[in-house]
């Protein structure tokens, strides 16, 4: 049941001005809040009270707070989204801690995903590997009747499967190497699983992981972290996928 | 007084769309690659408008306020898109569809427009298939559908839960390819501030690069605004944190008008607000209500008890509960259309059987589904929803509570109404084109389709309608004599201007030096829309809104305080610049209300109501669409122009889901 | 096929390639270490038919680029996943329940197990094949394998080095076997456990027979 009791935690938060300034960790002790709280609220809430000291508030990407649209990002914890498995950082809720816990919250680290300022990262990367190659190249206009192609049910779910990625970055995150294959192969599973994209599968595979090494993403270990902290729960069975789509498309060249 | 053309061709309903298609300008191919268009908006109207312009030749300029085009808000659609495919042979038909629309609508809506809506319905399946959009299939390969609220036919199609999370990932597959191509040049962290007028038509806007803080000026032939609805001038609402007006009511300043602000529509399940630190509402499907029942107690003792927390729901047995939309609208029972199932649970909370702490809540139980059922057929339903539910709550709903008299009970869910959709928007005529030359609004943006009240599974056909299939087309017979216009220069006096007077608006933020944040602002604009512009509205609620609006927004005018500096990343300055607009809108809905008097759809005036409490139309007198003309000034009252609404297909009768 | 050993992809796939050419060379490693538990003689015969001559010079030059290849890349892959990750670490980490620790540290088992290898390499490669091809006598002949064995495995402090080096050789095994299946793409979801199965108990099946030769010739010492 909804409480109303109040439970205090402490900060320790990532402050970085600018991208090219010098950040540190700044602690806020003894934020107030509640176990049905929200964790973004409780930032909310700290960064209320900064307001009213006349400081600047903690800067954090976050828009849908829903789970869905893949903007929040943190490293709260040691994990990316925190804690909880299978959620984003807007669906952790503040019972997930100890009254009185001091709570560290870090930015995405890597390379591709430079801090903007605070919590907020670049992740531009993501936006750049997909306009490689993620898409049916067809003008609108020209398709035909959707049942016309009919899909086996096993395939549409698991090219489901793979499109639920929200493109957030907790993969690149949770990679002690920087890399984004996860992000990567769930793109290029989805449209090798589907007739639609199976046209173009060997370009894009192609075109999609050189722009991914170009951006700087480190190597893939199959380490499973990315799997393990994925929010949407993508399995490392897509990098598999990727893997054999790619050879395949280079032992043809 | 200004006369409104809505420019809707000719002929028979069924040949509208068609006759204008045969007869409208084009632009040839060489000459589209002589023309701009800004596209501010990467949501599905936004993304879908600015790849297929792009794909025809033209050059798109596209922002958007996230860090990427994927993330615009109509990612959070959960529950499908209609189209009139009837591929399951239950009698549906783009007519059919048209009607749905139009009665859901509460009859409001411009007829021409939805019948279009629902003729391109069937082309948007097929792009999105065509796109790689991994929509929910049949074990035989073909699409499945799912029935929705406010139908009769099985007309939904679906990707899991999250079909406007694929639906949005296609159209930005197909930007993206365009990114690709050099056809579009994206924009991510870009906020418009104002649209830039030369001789009478929009000719650009001023962004702000929401990194740098720097104000931007962009000129093009043509600009089209996709930058969704008014929803957060509640403060809490199911809109993304980021969701704002500010480009529309740029747009109104510049002399856009505003139609039927006061049409807003309150989803019936959402979860209840908990505490006054709250800042977003979380939306739990509408299909939920396919196996839930809603209901509070019969006994006021009950309510009570367990406003105190004496009791538990569970603890009250059958004969004590009160399933009000089964008793209220036999028919369609729990799966009335939103506008009646939010106004039920208000009706109920405001009599004292609230349930919560706060009294603002009613159960959505799933105890006679999973009795029937068997819990794990349930939880194959709604398991992911039942987790999300408990993770926010703390509350499992599928656990077994109690047994009373043989009969086993599950913990409910609490839920309530709240702010989710907006169906007024800029004006638009037939063509999409507001009543700024040059300026075109698509989505939820615009207020064409959807009339008093919107039926689930529509925005996301709406907004990929106009965006694939209506206005890449009648933007053209704007365009086609626009050809030899010459490139227009940023550097210009009329931009150097615009970016002079966003600068001093930005000056005269920061110099306020006030003692209030933002959204210690905010919330008090919220306040006073829920509690008086909210579901439930009167002549004196909207008349002491508009006193206590005019007073916030003095308030904010002296007692504002940014932190922070105007160069580089400000957010909290970028939220005033929203608030501000805010403000503006909460008037303009406040006075559209207090204007019509009538109830129709999402808009329900307490005085005009049945003897049963549902709403009660009056065609006679407000049979049109209500425009809001701005004056010149913030502080000048607008001008109400009124569009006559004339059904020729349709007969206007009074909506029943009764019987 | 060339250029695709300059992506991310190629370059894991030139790791489990020479990784699980590795894996193959330790199954025959081990099939001719057991055959010493039994026979001191049949054991010699393998080793004599391992001596220096041409086919085993081959064959030991491509074991050994194998080995280089594989390190090289591994020290490639490792500098560049460094750099991915940026300059500033994370302060607070937790490794998730799901991540094996042995995928984490392939790099360090990898050293520990090459510093074992040039122990492995001076005992006895360095003894007999290699004393064979240079020339030079030793207490024991270069091709009595079972009497070098007999001497190393005799010594306490050598076997616990050895028995250590398994233990190595085991984790970088467990997480490399289905780690290279799933580079060349042969994996998903219902092959994942499959493989992980398959790859524990054959990483345990190599590491016990190559340690009952080890601890056999001990006990073997204190009788």
Redesign the interface.
């Known amino acids: 049941m909804a409480t109303d009791n109040i439970m205090k935690v402490n900060l320790k938060v990532w402050r970085q001005a600018g991208p090219k300034e010098k950040g540190g960790f700044v602690t806020y002790e003894n934020v107030e809040t509640t176990p049905d709280t929200s964790f973004l609220e409780t930032l909310d809430i700290l960064n209320e009270s900064l307001i009213e000291k006349g400081e600047e508030p903690i800067v954090f990407d976050h828009d849908c707070r829903d789970g869905i649209c893949g903007m929040c990002s943190l490293y709260i914890n040691g994990h990316p989204h925190g804690p909880a498995t299978g959620a984003t950082t807007c669906q952790l809720y503040m019972r997930r801690f100890k009254n009185g816990e001091t709570i560290t919250v870090e930015p995405w680290r890597s390379a591709a995903f430079p801090v903007l300022k605070d919590l907020m990262v670049n992740r531009n990367a993501f936006d750049q590997i997909q306009q490689a190659g993620g898409y049916v190249s067809f003008n609108c206009g020209g398709a035909q009747d959707a049942n016309a192609i009919p899909i086996s049910k096993v395939d549409a779910d698991e090219a489901m499967d793979s499109a639920t990625c929200i493109g957030c970055g907790a993969c690149v995150a949770a990679c002690k190497n920087g890399s984004a294959m996860l992000f990567v192969s769930a793109k290029v599973s989805q449209f090798a699983l589907l007739p639609q994209g199976r046209v173009e599968a060997a370009k894009r595979v192609k075109a999609m992981v050189a722009k991914m090494d170009e951006l700087g993403f480190g190597n893939c270990t199959n380490t499973r972290a990315c799997e393990a902290e994925c929010p949407k729960r993508i399995s490392i069975s897509n990098i598999a996928r990727m893997n054999r789509e790619f050879l395949c498309a280079k032992l043809k060249d | 007084m200004a006369t409104i053309d809505s420019k809707i061709p000719e002929g028979p309903i069924a040949e509208k769309w068609t006759n204008y298609k045969a007869h409208q300008k084009l632009v040839n191919p060489a000459n589209k690659r002589k023309l701009d268009i800004i596209v501010v908006g990467t949501g599905l109207a936004g993304a ?1 408008a600015a ?2 312009l792009a ?1 025809m030749g033209f050059n798109i300029l596209n922002f958007c306020i ?8 109509s ?2 659609a959960q529950g499908g898109i209609n189209a009139a ?1 009837n ?1 399951q042979n239950d009698g549906d038909s783009v007519y059919r569809l048209f009607y749905d629309t139009v009665k859901g609508g509460d009859y409001r809506a411009r007829e021409a427009n939805v019948y279009r809506l629902a003729e391109v319905s069937n ?1 948007i ?8 959009v ?10 499945a559908n799912r029935s929705f609220g406010g139908a009769q036919v099985s007309r939904t199609f679906y ?2 839960g ?1 079909t ?3 639906l949005l ?1 296609g159209a ?3 930007l ?2 365009q ?2 191509a050099g056809k579009v040049k ?1 924009y ?1 962290r870009y906020e418009l501030h104002d649209i830039v007028m030369v001789d009478g038509r929009a000719r650009g806007i001023i962004a702000k690069n929401l ?1 740098t803080g720097e104000f931007e000026r962009f000129a093009a032939h043509a600009v089209v605004l996709a930058t969704g609805g008014y929803g957060n001038t509640y403060f809490l609402s ?1 809109n ?3 969701c704002n007006c500010s480009a529309a009511i740029a747009a109104y300043r510049k002399g856009a008008y505003f139609a039927n602000p006061s049409y807003v529509q309150i989803h019936p399940t959402c979860i209840p607000v ?2 006054d ?4 509402l ?2 739990m499907s509408e299909s939920l209500r396919n196996d839930g029942r809603i209901w509070v107690p019969k006994k006021i003792e009950d309510a009570k008890k367990l406003q105190k ?1 004496e009791i ?1 729901g569970s603890d009250i047995p059958e004969e004590d509960r009160d399933y009000y939309l089964e008793r209220r609208y036999p028919a369609f029972g729990n799966l009335v259309p939103r506008d009646v199932a939010s106004r039920a649970a208000k009706e109920r909370c405001d009599k004292g059987f609230g349930v ?2 706060t009294g603002l809540a009613v159960f959505l139980d799933f105890s006679e589904a999973i009795n029937r059922l068997g819990i794990d057929v349930v939880r194959q339903r709604y398991g992911n929803l039942f987790d ?1 539910y408990e ?5 499992n709903p599928g656990e077994f509570a109690r047994e009373i008299n043989g009969v086993k009970y599950y913990n409910p869910m609490m839920i309530f109404p709240a702010i989710h959709y907006t169906m007024g928007g800029l004006w638009v005529d037939y063509e999409l084109q507001t009543s700024v030359k040059g300026l075109f609004a698509i989505g939820e943006c615009n207020f064409s389709d959807h009339g008093a009240n919107r039926l689930g599974a529509s925005a996301l056909m709406q907004g990929l309608a106009d965006g ?2 209506v206005l ?1 087309y009648t933007i053209q017979n704007y365009l086609s004599d626009q050809i030899t216009v010459p490139r227009f220069d940023p550097n210009s006096k009329e931009f150097i201007d615009a970016q002079k007077k966003c600068e001093a608006e930005q000056d005269a933020l920061m110099k306020i030096k006030g003692k209030r ?1 933002v ?2 602002i905010h919330k008090d604009l919220g306040h006073i829309m829920w509690e008086y512009v909210g579901m439930g509205r009167t002549k004196e609620s909207l008349e002491t809104a508009l006193t206590k609006l005019k007073e916030l927004r003095k308030e904010f005018e002296t007692n504002l ?1 940014i ?2 500096k105007e160069e ?2 400000n ?2 300055l970028d939220k005033a610049f929203r608030l501000k607009d805010f403000i503006m809108m909460g008037e303009l809905i406040a006075r559209d209300a207090l204007s019509r008097n009538e109830s129709c759809g999402g808009h329900f005036r307490e005085e005009y109501q049945t003897e049963e409490g549902e709403a009660k139309r009056d065609d006679e007198n407000y049979f049109y669409v209500g425009c809001w003309n701005y004056q010149g000034d913030d502080n000048k009252e607008p001008e109400l122009l009124k569009e006559p609404l004339k059904y020729e297909a349709i007969k206007v009768q009074t909506r029943n889901y009764k019987s | 096929m060339s250029n695709s050993c300059l992506s991310s992809i190629g370059k894991k796939l030139i790791m489990s390639i020479s990784g699980l050419f590795l894996v193959l060379f330790l199954l025959f490693h081990m099939s001719m270490n057991l055959v010493a538990v039994f026979s001191g003689e049949a054991y010699n015969a393998v080793c004599e038919f391992l001596g220096a001559n041409w086919y085993a010079l081959v064959g030991t030059m491509v074991l050994a680029l194998g080995f280089i290849v594989h390190i090289v890349f591994a020290f490639i892959l490792s500098l560049q996943n460094r750099k991915a990750r940026g300059t500033e670490r994370y302060a607070y980490q937790e490794k998730p329940a799901a991540v094996e620790w042995a995928s984490q540290n392939m790099l360090v088992l990898g050293c520990i197990v090459f510093v074992g290898l040039i122990l492995h390499l001076s005992q006895f490669w360095y003894k007999m094949q290699f004393a064979e091809i240079a020339g030079i006598t030793n207490q024991y002949g270069v091709a009595d394998g079972a009497a070098w064995m007999q001497y190393y495995f005799s010594q306490l402090p050598v076997v616990i080095c050895y028995l250590v080096w398994f233990v190595a050789i085991w984790f970088h095994l467990s997480h490399g076997f289905w780690s290279a299946l799933q580079t060349i793409g042969w994996n998903n979801k219902v092959w994942m456990d499959r493989w992980k199965c398959i790859s524990n108990i054959f990483a345990t099946v190599v590491m016990l027979g190559f340690a009952a030769v080890v601890i056999a010739a001990y006990i073997k010492s204190l009788c």
């Open positions: 879908s790849s297929t794909e996230q860090d990427s085009p994927r993330r615009a808000h990612i959070a495919k591929y082309n399946i097929d792009q999105c298939v065509a796109q790689g991994p929509f929910a299939r049949e074990y035989g390969g073909l699409l990707a899991k999250q406007g999370q694929q990932l930005y597959s197909s993206n390819r990114i690709k994206s991510n990194v199911t993304a944190m980021g908990h505490g630190k709250q800042s977003k979380t939306l927390g538990k919560n702490n999300m993770e926010i709550s703390d509350v694939y299939f890449p944040s959204d210690s305080f932190p922070g580089g990343m957010v909290e």
